[in-house]
């Protein structure tokens, strides 16, 4: 056993390191899966399952995730994988192989990447009404044919786009979402972003369609936004209303930019998930940006960030368990995960409901909705992107504490993490600052945060005073990191410098340029 400790802080790790490739061996026959599943997928920005869940056959140039491009003609891939199509252990899993498969995400600091994933709202451009199904169907098509990217089906209808190791897909409302493909610097993140919004703005101002970088739906209600065809949402949308009062305004409302980030150790794993947890309320206010509430302030600078206390408790907040369990970390993630409710099963090209039951009866063979049948990898990982903490936990880090923003911040999030999670002197720097942090205060801060932004309280002073600090941790890990990348963090350095808020701009132009209007927000954040 070995233990990592850091002189002077509680955020000392007493548990034990899992060394990706050696800790988990005796369970030979998940390691073989995942050894050769790994080969062929997409170590980061992927929501959907991973290696199992692309019904074409791999091939040796395939592009990390068993899809074979040719540009003469496109390739038509499942949205999720049935049974029979998916890795199948040949005797039940254990709880052991889901913390391997947590474990498996470990890699060496060289083969770290980021991967960002970003939403955005789709809007008719004389009325301001939300895109409906149609019409985003038909912008899929005409990127697709365009641009050469693969389709995404469910069932008859085109639900999202894969090219090389990115991917565009539809969340509940229709916001329309790129997983960029896992990249080395800063720079890539930014070219690809870049990329992306070219393609879409090309095929969409052709059809009156333009975009808004918000984190809230500004205008509509409830009523007016479509459901997009995919069987997992009509589950998750008659599900929510049972267990919070905002879960279905979360669907269909929101948007938000987050980043997925490596580790090379359960040790490691552990201080980033800290670090992103203490530290989420301060990228919640630096990127605060959901003001308004049909045509009107809601109270809030990130509505989206308030929405989710209130969605579901059992799958989302701050995870206090992080800081004080005496297990390794993937194993006590594990038993957190099995206790949270599931949402579904998909089987035979179609989605069960199994809305509320338990992923550990599942583990048994006694799911109520599939009794007798036993959970594949592929089922595990689908019930992993169904929990919403602050900071989740897959085979890599995702933090998700951001509001949806214009193209001028969707490089400063993975900027800020980047330059705080991938250097060793800014980690260590955020953990001894944080250490005495009580759990009462990091709380008090996702609470307060939403409607307070950078002038919360803290202490002898303000959350603003925290975060100038925090944000020069940020500038001088990406200064060591020696790509040039600092430039990415002059958005949120101005906003650390002012004190002032993204959202708070927006309700300054509200009272004052604009005349009590929300309209013109569609001009002042379109992409």
Not at 392 to 418: H, I, N, Q, S
Request: with cysteine; proline share 6%.
């Amino acid at each position: 056993m070995t233990l990592m400790s850091h002189p002077g802080s509680s955020h000392s790790i007493h548990s034990e390191v899992i060394q990706c490739k050696t800790r988990w061996n005796g369970v030979n026959r998940f390691s073989k899966t995942v050894d050769s599943a790994r080969r062929n997928e997409t170590s980061l920005g992927m929501r959907s399952p991973l290696w199992s869940s692309l019904k074409v056959k791999p091939s040796s140039s395939s592009f990390g995730i068993g899809v074979r491009w040719r540009q003469e003609r496109q390739v038509t891939v499942a949205a999720s994988p049935p049974t029979e199509d998916a890795v199948i252990s040949t005797e039940p899993l254990t709880k052991e192989d889901l913390v391997a498969y947590l474990a498996s995400g470990c890699k060496p600091k060289e083969n770290w990447r980021i991967g960002t994933e970003h939403e955005k709202f789709g809007f008719e451009i004389g009325s301001l009404n939300p895109m409906r199904y149609e019409q985003i169907a038909e912008l899929l098509n005409v990127i697709s044919e365009r641009f050469h990217w693969d389709k995404i089906m469910e069932g008859e209808n085109i639900i999202g786009l894969k090219q090389d190791k990115q991917s565009i897909s539809l969340e509940p409302g229709g916001q329309f979402e790129l997983s960029g493909a896992p990249l080395e610097t800063l720079h890539q993140t930014c070219a690809e972003v870049n990329s992306h919004l070219y393609q879409v703005k090309a095929v969409a101002e052709e059809m009156g369609i333009g975009f808004l970088g918000i984190g809230f739906q500004p205008t509509r209600g409830r009523e007016d936004i479509p459901i997009m065809p995919k069987g997992r949402y009509v589950i998750m949308k008659n599900y929510m209303p049972k267990v919070g009062s905002l879960g279905l305004d979360m669907m269909f409302r929101t948007c938000t930019v987050q980043v997925n980030l490596d580790f090379d150790s359960e040790a490691d794993m552990i201080r980033k998930f800290r670090t992103g947890l203490a530290l989420q309320p301060i990228a919640t206010a630096l990127f605060a940006n959901s003001p308004f509430t049909e045509r009107k302030p809601n109270g809030y600078l990130s509505m989206r960030s308030q929405i989710w206390t209130d969605t579901d408790n059992n799958r989302a907040g701050m995870l206090p368990f992080v800081f004080t369990t005496p297990l390794g970390m993937f194993e006590q993630y594990v038993e957190y995960a099995l206790d949270v409710p599931m949402y579904f099963v998909y089987r035979q090209k179609k989605y069960i409901d199994c809305a509320g039951m338990s992923f550990r009866d599942f583990l048994a063979g006694k799911l109520p909705c599939l009794p007798g049948e036993y959970p594949t990898l592929n089922d595990w990982e689908n019930h992993l992107t169904t929990i919403f903490p602050e900071v989740r936990l897959k085979r890599y880090l995702e933090m998700r504490g951001a509001d949806g923003g214009p193209w001028r911040r969707l490089c400063a999030l993975p900027a800020f993490w980047v330059g705080l999670l991938y250097d060793e002197v800014s980690l260590q720097n955020v953990l001894d600052m944080t250490a005495d942090w009580t759990p009462e205060e990091r709380q008090m801060l996702r609470n307060k945060v939403p409607k307070s932004g950078l002038k919360t309280p803290f202490r002898d002073g303000l959350l603003k005073h925290v975060a100038q600090e925090v944000v020069k941790f940020a500038k001088d890990g990406l200064e060591r990191r020696g790509y040039k990348e600092t430039g990415f963090l002059n958005e949120v350095t101005e906003v650390v410098n002012t004190g002032i808020t993204p959202a708070e701009k927006l309700l300054a132009l509200y009272h004052e340029k604009w005349g009590q209007s929300v309209d013109p927000v569609f001009d002042e954040l379109l992409y």
